[in-house]
C-alpha cells in the first residue's frame, strides 16, 4: 500500500520559515518524481515545485522561486520543502505527490500524478 505522508506544517509568521517533508512508504521512492502542489479555500490546486527522480532537476511556479526549495533523500524515501520568506497568500494546505518516472517526466499538472498525500496545512499570519 503506497503512502506518502506530510508533515511540518503550521501557523507562522510572515517572513518566516517551514520545513515540510513528504515521507514515502510501499513504493521505490527513486523511481518517482516528486510534486508539491497547494490549494487554499475556494481555490483551485496550485502547482508549487517538482523535482526529478535523481534529484538533479528542478521546477518552480514563479511565485515561489528565491524563497521555496525543494530536495530529495531518496536513501531515506523523503521529500521536502524548505519554505522561507513566507508571505501571507502562502497559506494553503499543501500536498506532495508522486509521479512514476517512466511515465513521462517531472511535471507542474497535477492530473498526471499517480499518488499524493493527505496534506498539511501551511498558515502564514500578517
Known amino acids: 500500500q503506497v503512502q506518502l505522508v506530510e508533515s511540518g506544517g503550521g501557523l507562522v509568521q510572515a517572513g518566516g520559515s517551514l520545513r515540510l517533508s513528504c515521507a514515502a512508504s510501499g513504493l521505490t521512492f527513486s523511481n518517482y518524481h516528486m510534486g508539491w502542489f497547494r490549494q487554499a479555500p475556494g481555490k483551485e490546486r496550485e502547482f508549487v515545485a517538482a523535482i526529478r527522480w535523481s534529484g538533479v532537476n528542478t521546477l518552480y511556479v514563479d511565485s515561489v522561486k528565491g524563497r521555496f526549495t525543494i530536495s530529495r533523500d531518496n536513501n531515506k524515501n523523503t521529500g521536502y520543502l524548505q519554505m522561507n520568506s513566507l508571505k501571507p497568500e502562502d497559506t494553503a494546505t499543501y500536498y506532495c505527490?508522486?509521479?512514476?518516472?517512466?511515465?513521462?517526466?517531472?511535471?507542474?499538472?497535477?492530473?498526471?500524478?499517480?499518488?499524493w498525500g493527505q496534506g498539511t496545512q501551511v498558515t502564514v499570519s500578517s
Open positions: 505527490a508522486a509521479k512514476v518516472r517512466w511515465g513521462g517526466d517531472y511535471s507542474a499538472s497535477w492530473h498526471v500524478y499517480n499518488y
